[in-house]
């Protein structure tokens, strides 16, 4: 009977989890989509309002943190190429950058958000009330978007934590990484989705 | 057991691919402030396309993956698309 | 009850603890035949209070006027009942039930590639499942909406509606990652030998389920997320005093609940493909066109949500071309029906319950398809929309469908899941009964939706007073034949004389097997056939 009980739970196949994994993204992506189809709509209707509340947004912050998440994109790449070569020191060394840029960009989404609640925006204040259709999408939108982009934000860095942890205690090494692999596949996902959302929420002309 | 099979990617293919991603964002930067028109907009999410096709294809090594899953991540891109055609569908024609 | 195999390695999964005991060799188990058989008695204990809610609304239509409840007290009834009966019993059941259960020994495999993700599905099922209980009782009131949740309507009552999105949301995600592990097994696990077009037809059909549960379940999640946000915060999305738009909102829920409708339907014609083979000994007519069709009516019912909305004040293209769709959407479903008819034809047909069951399917699903095809077409719709005829189909669809497919699959497998057998004429009566009750309940709603019944009202003029008395009677008798198969069931798992290996004399892997099978489902090597349905 003994043989029967551990055999399901030690059974490992790396293809299957990244594949699991994959298919995870799938969701998030369509989870995001179902957000970029209202804002597709929204900014069909109203291009003008979309146009004037986007000039109340900092490209300059937006364009750090686009450059803060790509970089962030590529060091846990490379954490990845580190592992595979069995070069524990730099694998560390990555995803503590990754980590790193991961805190930069909340800080700064902390300050860009801080600001619009300083001058009274945010969602159910009295200025949001008084905004007309179009402003108050835009900003419920924003507000939306980036926060939920934030809070995966914060989800990456959780699982990135774990990976770093669990490289110190050598039970991610160069033989079994698919934890950091599928890690970095979800911190690629944030990466991608904010490629959509810098110029379509900060860059509208 | 080792059964990983994934591709690696040496560290100077992965900042190539960085410095492309830069530049592209410089560029889409750029042409927001250059006046096009109603083509602001498509050549800022041509430019978006091209930047996830690079992170897809070279971070996220699907590159080197199975060619399933390279249709299955397409696949699922057509029916975004699509879903969001056949919205338009409605809001274009009212 | 391990009486039944030779092998002396051979443990039943009834029997087999692991490493708790009692009550938490269940909730801990990651086997996923005892994690099917935690869903099916969760599923079935649901299914029996929306049955309950079912009948009183019965009550209720009994006479014009207030009869047993008010207004607002029905209003919620059919919420709960809506709720309870599509998100917690007809999305996850077949493919949660029969689908963890069967699809691994289908693929001759030991188990789903995620055994502990597949537990975690079913805890936060339950988590989800006690949210929407709960939403009935805290104090804001039980949500009125219906189980579609329209804005603006959902955004501005003042009853518990975060509390029941906030369920269905979770409820979401347990079917996701169903999915996600259904797909993944039939990629990886499946035995040596076995290509895709070696599989049988059910897990060809939970394969299509599963890309809809995993593409379309993150739509409805991040729409939900959104009236939450909405009524919480005051963001503004779909409610137009906030700027927003309420037809977007059922734009983006019909995007995921019209593919959530094949969820429900394509593990149900699945079973059926997998019965009229079995129980007509012959070679099941069309293997790829059955296989192929199941993929189609997953692609192409993606895009015809639309045909929910004719009447919203949707784009007079938009109606045409989401009418367009769905009568394209309609082929690949009569290809089955076409295809289980022709596999009947010589077949050595031996009528026993779970084939009559199947059959009681084809006939109900018939009258659900066509009457489908009414409602799809734009013209036919804009005078029926909102009547008890769409309350009819959907119910000769899902209940005579789904439903009827869910009674044929476990008259069908219960055998094999408990190493028991049933008795076949108490089996046969309540089918009987189940039949003419189910008829009788919904084949009126049909005629006075025609003549003008709106659906959801809780009062109706005195000229649908006989129709309403029938469909009440129908009820009623439903509900006996109901309990009189519940009881059959339950006897029979419990008590009922030895099942062997094989009673229906099937050729799928399951029936290879002992009943009840072995913890890891396959003590020797399965046997791979080319053809899965290979009766000679």
Redesign the interface.
């Known amino acids: 009977m003994s043989q029967h009980t551990a055999h399901i739970e030690e059974h490992r196949d790396d293809e299957a989890s990244k594949l699991g994994m994959w298919l995870f993204i799938f969701t998030e992506l369509l989870l995001f989509g179902g957000l970029f189809l209202v804002y597709s709509i929204f900014r069909m209707q109203y291009p003008v309002e979309f146009r004037e509340c986007s000039l109340e947004l900092s490209v300059t912050i937006g364009a750090i943190n686009t450059v803060v998440l790509l970089f962030s994109s590529m060091t846990v790449a490379m954490s990845m190429t580190a592992i595979q070569k069995n070069d524990m020191k730099k694998a560390l060394l990555y995803i503590g950058v990754t980590l790193f840029c991961a805190a930069i960009f909340l800080v700064n989404k902390y300050f860009e958000w801080s600001g619009k609640f300083h001058h009274g925006l945010y969602p159910g204040s009295e200025l949001m009330k008084l905004l007309d259709r179009g402003h108050h999408l835009y900003f419920s939108l924003y507000f939306f978007m980036t926060g939920l982009h934030a809070l995966h934000i914060i989800i990456g860095m959780t699982l990135l934590f774990v990976c770093f942890f669990k490289m110190k205690k050598q039970s991610i090494h160069s033989q079994d990484y698919v934890l950091l692999e599928n890690s970095a596949l979800y911190w690629h996902l944030v990466d991608l989705i904010w490629i959509f959302l810098f110029p379509l929420m900060y860059l509208i002309s | ?6 591709h ?4 100077q293919s ?2 190539k ?2 410095l492309i ?2 530049f592209l ?1 410089f560029v ?2 750029t042409i ?2 250059v ?2 028109g109603a083509f ?1 907009l498509a050549v ?2 041509l ?2 396309c091209v ?2 096709f690079i ?2 294809s ?3 090594h699907l590159k080197y993956e199975s060619l ?2 390279r249709i ?2 397409g696949m ?2 057509v ?2 698309a ?3 055609a ?9 | 009850m391990s009486n039944v195999s030779a092998n002396s390695e051979y443990v039943s999964y009834l029997d087999h603890h692991g490493k708790y005991k009692g009550i938490m060799s269940w909730i801990m188990a990651t086997d996923h035949k005892r994690i099917a058989l935690l869903y099916m008695y969760s599923i079935m204990t649901f299914f029996i209070i929306g049955v309950v809610l079912g009948i009183m609304m019965k009550l209720e239509m009994l006479t014009p006027g207030e009869t047993i409840m008010k207004a607002k007290m029905y209003n919620s009834v059919f919420t709960l009942h809506g709720i309870l009966m599509i998100f917690m019993v007809v999305i996850p059941g077949l493919s949660a039930v029969f689908g963890n259960f069967f699809l691994p020994i289908h693929i001759g495999a030991k188990d789903v590639s995620f055994p502990k993700l597949n537990r975690f599905s079913w805890w936060i099922f339950v988590v989800g499942s006690i949210m929407a209980v709960l939403s009935q009782v805290l104090k804001d009131g039980p949500p009125d909406t219906g189980w579609t949740f329209y804005a603006p309507y959902s955004t501005t009552t003042s009853s518990n509606v975060i509390m029941a999105t906030a369920a269905a949301f979770v409820l979401g995600f347990s079917s996701i990652l169903t999915g996600l592990n259904f797909i993944v097994t039939i990629h990886q696990l499946r035995a040596p030998g076995m290509k895709f077009f070696n599989m049988p037809l059910f897990p060809w059909a939970l394969y299509a389920t599963a890309w809809i549960q995993l593409l379309a379940t993150p739509v409805i999640g991040i729409t939900l997320l959104m009236l939450i946000a909405e009524r919480a915060f005051h963001i503004g999305f779909f409610d137009p005093a906030l700027g927003g738009d309420p037809l977007l909102f059922q734009h983006l829920f019909w995007i995921y609940s019209h593919p959530a409708v094949y969820v429900m339907m394509l593990p149900a014609m699945g079973v059926i493909t997998e019965i009229i083979p079995t129980f007509c000994q012959r070679q099941i007519y069309g293997y790829k066109a059955v296989a192929v069709s199941s993929l189609a009516i997953a692609g192409v019912g993606f895009l015809v949500w639309g045909h929910h909305m004719y009447t919203s004040g949707m784009s007079d293209t938009a109606r045409w071309f989401f009418s367009l769709l769905t009568f394209i959407v309609a082929v690949p479903s009569a290809i089955k029906v076409f295809n289980w008819i022709t596999t009947m034809y010589k077949g050595s047909i031996d009528v026993k319950p779970p084939f009559l069951y199947a059959l009681a399917f084809i006939f109900l699903f018939i009258i659900g398809g066509t009457t489908g095809l009414l409602l799809g077409s734009v013209a036919t719709n804009v005078q029926v929309h909102d009547t008890a005829f769409v309350v009819a189909h959907f119910h000769y669809i899902i209940f005579g469908g789904m439903g009827f497919a869910f009674f044929a699959a476990i008259h069908y497998w219960l055998p094999k899941m408990y190493g028991r057998m049933y008795d076949f004429k108490m089996a046969n009566i309540g089918l009987v009964i189940n039949f003419i009750g189910f008829n009788l309940l919904y084949f009126p709603q049909f005629v006075i939706g025609i003549q003008g019944m709106p659906r959801r009202y809780f009062d109706y003029p005195a000229k649908f007073q006989p129709a309403q008395l029938v469909s009440s009677i129908g009820g009623f008798i439903l509900v006996t034949g109901l309990i009189i198969m519940i009881y059959t069931l339950v006897k029979g798992a419990r008590k009922g004389a030895p099942a062997p290996a094989n009673p229906w004399r099937g050729s799928t892997l399951e029936w290879q097997i002992p009943s009840p099978p072995s913890v890891e489902n396959f003590d020797e090597e399965p046997v791979i056939k080319e053809n899965p349905y290979d009766y000679k």
């Open positions: 057991m080792a059964n990983n099979t994934t690696t990617i040496e560290y992965l900042s691919t960085l991603l830069l964002t889409t930067i927001a402030s006046h096009l602001t800022a999410l430019i978006a930047k996830s992170v897809l070279n971070f996220m399933l899953l299955l991540v699922v891109f029916l975004f699509l879903i969001v056949i919205t338009f569908i409605d809001y274009a024609f009212r």
